[in-house]
């Protein structure tokens, strides 16, 4: 135990790059202990990763606990925190997956602050009067939030959170790693082109391939770009694996740029700014999106954007015309019109959005994870601790009963949004 430094818990689902990193910087101003609930989950395929010296690792199960029963995920978690304490915080990710919600109980219980760490926005789903106050109920068990931007607090704000017990910045990605991975693939750029096999010139998509990533649409517009652009036009990269390859495979054919499309699979984290160092723009088109984590990594990487209005970074990341474009993601005609009007702009005013998107994704670090992580904590120990309200206490005993008898499912806010 640091006696210099308060020692917080934060719970995710499965430990990637991007949490490591977080969770880095988070160490230089707490003692951090993380709960990783799983060490594989069949969402994403990366590799393991390494904890930082500064981090003390607990992992609950070898393998994902989606497929196991929730009785067992219970009674662990709570072991897990009866194990580490004294502590001054916990963060949970989300509201609806067992481990948050067995988290939540152990903090009431407890009485120890507990902060929830948030990437929901109103506009993500169809809400139901029915599951909203669920959620306003849940919330009051919480002491502070940790969100991703301007949706997401006001979201939570919307469910009856107080704006002074919300900080921002929950969604930070290693900016230097990709800076620095683009900057030296660029002063390679033959060799690593030719290593890759990617284009001269390109668009960049990276997404799991889903129906709410609405890549279908993504290949109509580029082929209607491809019909209209003077020659030689930019060929499109999309990154990722899922279940709708095959099908996007098929429209490729169907559409008839099938030699104009790559499709390299899933990147580990390590050769991913290669593929953004080469590209000439990025384009992300998902019909919803918490937040959209790859368009930090674009910017990191110093490129211009075409993103759907429907990510829930739109309102902090993109600056309309100085580092990009939004549109409306049902829109193939504009998604098409952006596609031509962003290969048509000249060396200079490609890099002027560069720059812009450089200049503006440096406000959105790993350190202002870690400071709105300490905001949302000192708020957290400020806020008395109410007595948990008959109606919450029973609404989370139930929530919990019902996980116990089903598998787990894993929280929105626990892995990265792409």
């Not at 601790?385 to 929530?399: N, V």
Request: charged share 20%; net charge positive; glycine share 6%.
């Amino acid at each position: 135990m640091n006696p210099d430094k308060p020692r917080v818990a934060v719970i995710f689902h499965r430990l990637g790059p991007y949490h490591v990193a977080r969770l880095r910087a988070a160490a230089r101003l707490f003692e951090v202990i993380v709960i990783e609930q799983s060490a594989e989950t069949a969402e994403y395929g990366w590799r393991k990763v390494a904890t930082p010296e500064s981090v003390t690792r607990i992992t609950l199960s070898a393998d994902d606990c989606v497929h196991r029963r929730g009785a067992q995920s219970l009674d662990q978690i709570t072991k897990a925190l009866d194990s580490i304490t004294p502590l001054r915080a916990v963060a949970i990710p989300g509201w609806s997956n067992l481990g948050a919600l067995a988290a939540l109980r152990w903090c009431a219980k407890h009485n120890v602050p507990c902060l929830v760490m948030s990437e929901s926005g109103a506009s993500d789903k169809s809400r139901s009067r029915w599951s909203e106050w669920i959620k306003s109920t849940i919330l009051t068990l919480c002491s502070a939030a940790l969100a991703g931007g301007s949706r997401h607090r006001d979201y939570l704000i919307a469910l009856g959170f107080e704006p002074e017990r919300i900080f921002l910045g929950y969604d930070a990605v290693d900016n230097n790693h990709f800076a620095r991975g683009a900057q030296a693939a660029r002063a390679n750029a033959n060799g690593v082109r030719a290593c890759l096999s990617l284009p001269e010139t390109y668009f960049l998509a990276s997404a799991r391939f889903l129906p709410r990533k609405n890549l279908v649409t993504l290949l109509r517009a580029y082929a209607d770009y491809d019909r209209r652009a003077a020659a030689p036009g930019w060929d499109l990269v999309l990154l990722g694996g899922g279940p709708l390859r095959s099908q996007l495979i098929a429209e490729c054919e169907r559409l008839g740029i099938t030699s104009r499309v790559h499709l390299p699979g899933f990147r580990q984290y390590d050769e991913l700014p290669m593929y953004y160092a080469l590209a000439g723009a990025f384009v992300h088109v998902s019909m919803s999106e918490p937040w959209g984590l790859v368009v930090n990594e674009a910017m990191a990487s110093g490129l211009p954007l075409i993103v759907s209005k429907k990510c829930g970074c739109v309102p902090e990341l993109l600056e309309e015309g100085r580092n990009g474009f939004s549109f409306s993601p049902q829109d193939v005609d504009e998604l098409a019109a952006l596609l031509l009007r962003t290969a048509a702009l000249s060396a200079s005013e490609r890099e002027l959005m560069a720059r812009a998107s450089l200049e503006i994704i440096a406000s959105w670090s790993l350190e202002r994870f870690a400071d709105g992580l300490r905001g949302a904590v000192t708020a957290a120990e400020c806020t008395p601790r109410r007595k948990t309200g008959l109606a919450a206490k029973l609404l989370l005993s139930s929530m919990i009963f019902a996980r116990r008898v089903k598998p787990t499912k894993v929280g929105r806010a626990s892995s990265r949004s792409v």
